[in-house]
């Protein structure tokens, strides 16, 4: 089982929730603490997932989720409702960059993604959610490739690529039946000639054996 998929196993299936999006992601400043607690936990990794629950209406969050180092279980921490982000800066639309920034009503945070791809899937499942999820008060989406943000999320484009492929084959089908059906009307045609001819010579053969 992928990590991504073991997210979602223990922390959004037993909540009636399914994971959307995930990205794994990094601090690219450290917050500042005011004392070391002492008995920490150690290392962990961080997820920012996008899910959404199964009943209706449904109701789409952001979490972030923990990993401590050496063990497999998640530890759900911080969790945002869709209607309290308000920007997601993508910092760099002329390139693509690992680097993206949360605003939220009461907070911002600043991440690293694990790759510039990673966070480029995550921006653009998050933009398309939204524009789904959200019926006004839209989060502003700033600094992101302009492919990020267009009307087909890449969770369309594997479909559209097969619609494209069964249209091909459509109109290959149908070229090939209007040029059957040509090739039938001119046996047709052909057919009627012969046999014109065929009655016309009958008709002078008994003509001249009269």
């Known amino acids: 089982m992928s990590g991504k998929s073991a997210l979602n196993k223990a922390v959004f299936l037993p909540n009636d929730e399914r994971m959307l999006a995930a990205v794994q992601v990094k601090r690219r400043t450290k917050k500042k603490i005011p004392f070391l607690a002492t008995g920490g936990q150690g290392d962990y990794t961080t997820f920012i ?8 209406p449904a ?6 989720v923990k990993q401590f180092e050496g063990s ?3 530890v759900r921490r911080t969790q ?11 910092l760099n639309p002329m390139r693509d960059c690992a ?5 939220f009503e009461h907070g911002s945070d600043q991440w690293i993604a694990g790759s510039a791809g ?5 921006v653009q499942i998050l ?5 789904r999820f959200i019926p006004e008060r839209k989060p502003e989406f700033i600094n992101c490739h302009s492919k990020l943000l267009g009307g087909t999320s890449i969770l369309h484009e594997a479909a559209d690529s097969v619609t494209s492929a069964v249209q091909k084959a459509s109109q290959a089908l149908n070229e090939r039946g209007e040029r059957l059906g040509r090739a039938e009307e001119k046996t047709g045609e052909m057919k009627n000639s012969a046999q014109h001819f065929a ?4 008709k002078l053969a008994m003509k001249h054996k009269c």
Do not use: P, Y
């Open 49 to 56: 997932c996008l899910s959404v629950t199964n009943k209706k």
């Open 59 to 64: 109701q789409v969050f952001l979490t972030k």
């Open 72 to 74: 497999s279980s998640f």
């Open 80 to 90: 945002w409702t869709i209607d309290q982000l308000r920007q997601v800066n993508g």
């Open 99 to 103: 680097e993206f920034d949360l605003i």
């Open 118 to 122: 990673e966070k480029c899937m995550f």
């Open 127 to 131: 933009h398309h959610t939204c524009q």
């Open 199 to 202: 009655d016309t010579a009958h």
